[in-house]
């Protein structure tokens, strides 16, 4: 199901956009980067740490190609990266509240209101393109994409230093 789902997806729009007389064949080759993002997903072996630092790196050489490009790859690279966040917020949110204890609850509803970040982030990127050009605009995409991995590596030794194996954690089935 994680390697059929996604195909059928894609394929999903591809087929009702084509239906709707658009012009798909340009993405038909995107198929390319779901497949590696399919392989990235097996890699990280559903571990939060893993899943955040192979999809942020995933997602960082995307946005450097994208800004290195032209075109169609480009377009590729860039619709890529905000592919890679779509795995993301749940292990962003599993490192984030392992080990709080009673603070659990409220920790997580902070986490929650912090999805603002998702709001602030593209006027900023858009005022970005009205200065430097929207291809150019790319570049704040790749500064978060470096602080997710920071963030990743970061948390991780911190609960090692706890005692907390988060892998472990993960592997069981609970917080």
């Known amino acids: 199901m994680l390697i059929i789902v996604p195909l059928i997806a894609f394929s999903v729009i591809i087929g009702v956009n084509t239906l709707a007389g658009f012009e798909m064949s340009h993405l038909y080759y995107y198929v390319i980067c779901i497949i590696l993002q399919i392989i990235a997903f097996f890699i990280s072996k559903e571990k939060p740490a893993r899943t955040l630092i192979t999809f942020g790196l995933f997602a960082i050489i995307a946005m450097l190609i994208g800004l290195c490009s032209s075109g169609t790859v480009a377009i590729y ?3 890529s990266g905000g592919l890679a966040c779509s795995i993301m917020w749940s292990s962003i949110f599993s490192l ?9 609850a409220q920790g997580s509803a902070f986490l929650v ?3 603002l970040g998702g709001g602030v982030l593209p006027p900023i990127q858009g ?3 009205d200065i430097i050009g929207i291809h150019n605009s790319y ?4 500064v978060g994409f470096c602080y ?3 963030f990743a590596i970061f948390v ?3 609960l090692t230093k706890q005692g907390i194996n988060i892998d472990e954690i993960e592997a069981e089935g609970g917080h």
């Open 139 to 142: 570049i704040l995409p790749l």
């Open 77 to 79: 690279a860039f619709l």
């Open 148 to 150: 997710i991995v920071f």
């Open 113 to 115: 209101m912090m999805i």
């Open 156 to 158: 991780k030794g911190i």
């Open 96 to 104: 984030s509240i392992v080990g709080l204890g009673k603070y659990t």
């Open 127 to 129: 005022k970005l393109a």
